[in-house]
């Protein structure tokens, strides 16, 4: 088993705040990091040494980016599998780009949850307006069309109520490869992040209970309640199994519905999540910490709870306005990420408050 000792560079695709907060938990263990992203600047900039700009798509680039670091990993899983493939001939690269391949791309994330036996919301695949409308036929005219990639935060996603919805939800995603997917009807959202090391060892967080405003997560809190936990023995199984499946290293987030009939698979990131970030001061070893501590080979620390309970809200847009009223009360920590610019839906920071 490889291992990365503090000292060395690690290398990370994506400079936003995911990449802000996994370089800044690199620092405190004594390694450096080095951003690739096609940006000039961004979130990671401020907390990280180097910065390569770069097109995901420009091999040569991304060559002589993994020349000189020691293991990269990435913050945004939008990127193109080929340009994984490039990193990981010239040297490490964690989660691996198998990994990667499923997560990014809706149908391939729920044909493979399905086939380890996970429960889906109802799904077809989705090439043109007719599929759509023999899709709406099978699966029932409540449901939501995704596009297959590029899809986060509720974006490239059309509600359709009734069969007639079909032209405008199809125009409304700018008539991409989709799936359409029956809705679920469920009672709490939630998602299990789990961490495996190099040596297969697989640790979990708590599982929040998360509340979406608009496709957006608003809050996430621990504990979660009695009808998430109650799910959480199977949802964990299956997270494991597709950790385990995947020769997965680093964090791994699956989102359920907990739903009457048990937890509903939703999506995957093969990555540290929004719905994680009450880790930093809520669990023993955040999210960020052991995603550092798995690429680098190094022993996980502990994701007990630090504290009874914990909630986390995001400061979307205006909020983070409100800087200077949140940390009038003691017990709030303020995370701000560093974007200078609020628009509407843009997540400028969050705040965690512990009850102990
Ligand atoms: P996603 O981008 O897939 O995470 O979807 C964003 C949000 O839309 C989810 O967190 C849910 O609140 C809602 N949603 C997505 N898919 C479904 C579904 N099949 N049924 C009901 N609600 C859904």
Redesign the pocket.
Known sequence: MTTIAPGATIGILGGGQLGRMIAMAAAQLGYRTHIYAPEESGPAADVSPSWTQGAYEDAAALAAFAEGVDVVTYEFENIDPSAVEVLASHGLVRPGAGALRIAQDRLAEKRFVADLGGLT?PFAPVGSLDDLETAIETIGSRA?L?TYRM????KG?ARINEPGDAVGAWNAIGRQPAIL????T?DQ?YSVILVRGADGAVRFWDSAANV?VD?ILATSTVPAGSLIEGQLPAARALAKQVADALDYVGVLTL?F?ASADGPVF??MAPRVHNSGHWTTEGALTSQFENHVRAICGLPLGDTGLAARQVEMRNLIGDDAAEWLAILSDPENHLHLYGKHEARPGRKMGHVTRLSL
């Open positions: 919301a939501i995704k899809g986060y935060d509720g996603q997917e029956g809705f679920v469920f959202e979406h496709g989102e519905f939703n999506e």
